[in-house]
């Protein structure tokens, strides 16, 4: 099974920018569709952005959407999300994690499909 590791979290200020990567080990990312995710204390894991592999079909949360984009870089095999505009409600640990995709190219939204959840990283927006 792919194993995932997320990073590039940190501090922002209101209006700033943060680029998050989320990078395999043992594994390509081709097949998988990548998800990240987010927990802001106190909160339910909440699915922010999707993308397929196959065929860079994307999902993204009504609370990012325009704001955030999800992105698979296929020579690097890895998945980035770019968060522009943060909000100091975007603060959350953020975590990536895996799906395989099926053999029709199909794939589910729900975290509870998704598996290979890497270690998060912190997120925290100031105002």
């Known amino acids: 099974d792919v194993q995932l590791q997320a990073s590039g979290g940190g501090l922002a200020q209101l209006g700033g920018s943060l680029r998050l990567s989320c990078a395999p080990s043992?594994?390509?990312?081709?097949?998988?569709?990548i998800g990240w995710f987010r927990q802001a204390p106190g909160k339910e894991r909440e699915g922010v952005a999707i993308?397929?592999?196959?065929?860079?079909?994307?999902y993204t949360a009504d609370s990012v959407e325009g704001r955030f984009t999800i992105s698979a870089d296929d020579a690097k095999n890895t998945v980035n999300l770019q968060m522009d505009s943060l909000k100091p409600e975007d603060t959350a640990v953020y975590y990536c994690?895996?799906?395989?995709?099926?053999?029709?190219?199909?794939?589910?939204?729900?975290?509870?499909?998704?598996?290979?959840w890497g270690r998060g990283t912190l997120v925290t927006v100031s105002s």
């Open positions: 993308i397929s592999t196959w065929d860079d079909n994307v």
């Open positions: 994690a895996a799906q395989e995709i099926a053999d029709d190219g199909s794939w589910f939204v729900g975290a509870n499909y998704f598996y290979s």
């Open positions: 043992g594994s390509a990312i081709k097949d998988y569709a």
